[in-house]
């Protein structure tokens, strides 16, 4: 049974895009379980009001493959999918630990420990009040699990894709190294692709642009932020087709 949205919702069902590296917390790598389990609670806040959330997640606090150029690339992407499961497997053990009925779900068939990702399946959980954790990212080696976060979010219908990170939107510069970068509001995919920045990659752009996928930028670490997403507050930074 669909859940009933409470409140004033912009956005019914979304895709939240979590990196590897934020589940690691100030440890760098591996996983820090209490994070884990603050971030789900953020998550379960906006699963309580009705919305449908699917997640992906990255694997980059366990295995940077782009790093290991010594490897064949297949390999790599390979090892990286085994990253990225065992995120998706702790964070589904964090949301099963607050009370949040969950699947995971993975692109590569490992019939023990989670179910093999099928879209109509995915969204009947999601109608059911589940949440829906997708690792493994597409199945497939050569594309990032940003691919693979628009790739699902275009499978499940999703009416925003939402990009958690560790900064609180995109600039046009990297903030970190310069102090002038100017903090951008809202953005079109064109000018994100023409202009090289940092969001996802073009491969992901494009599948979100072609598509009509919002793509919405911000900091995971600050409570309250993803509802306010969730209700259209102005947080972070929006890309889509038009500006307004």
């Given amino acids: 049974m669909r859940l009933i949205i409470q409140g004033n919702m912009k956005y019914k069902r979304v895709l939240l895009k979590l990196s ?19 971030t789900c609670a953020e998550i379960k ?26 490897m064949d690339r297949c390999t790599s992407d390979y090892i990286g999918m085994l990253g990225t499961t065992m995120n998706a497997l702790a964070i589904g053990d964090a949301f099963k630990q607050i009370g949040q009925d969950v699947r995971v779900q993975t692109g590569v068939e490992m019939r023990q420990i989670a179910e093999f990702y099928i879209k109509d399946r995915a ?25 693979a976060a628009a790739l699902r979010a275009a499978e499940i219908n999703a009416d925003a894709l939402i990009k958690a990170t560790n900064v609180d939107a995109i600039y046009d510069k990297d903030p970190k190294k310069y102090a002038d970068a100017n903090k951008i509001d809202e953005i079109t995919y064109l000018e994100v692709l023409n202009q090289k920045l940092n969001v996802m990659d ?28 969730i209700e259209g507050e102005k947080i972070g930074t929006i890309v889509s087709n038009n500006k307004k």
């Fill in 20 to 38: 590897g590296e934020s589940l690691a917390g100030a440890k760098g790598t591996g996983i820090d379980f209490e994070k884990v389990l603050d």
């Fill in 202 to 229: 073009t491969t992901a752009t494009s599948l979100c642009m072609d598509n009509d996928i919002p793509i919405i930028v911000f900091d995971i670490n600050k409570s309250g932020n993803l509802k306010k997403v």
């Fill in 123 to 147: 969204i009947k959980h999601l109608t059911n009040g589940r949440v829906v954790v997708f690792g493994c990212g597409t199945g497939s080696p050569f594309f990032s699990t940003d691919t």
């Fill in 45 to 70: 806040e906006i699963t309580k009001l009705g919305v449908e959330v699917g997640i992906v997640v990255g694997g980059g606090n366990f295995w940077r493959g782009r790093s290991n150029t010594q």
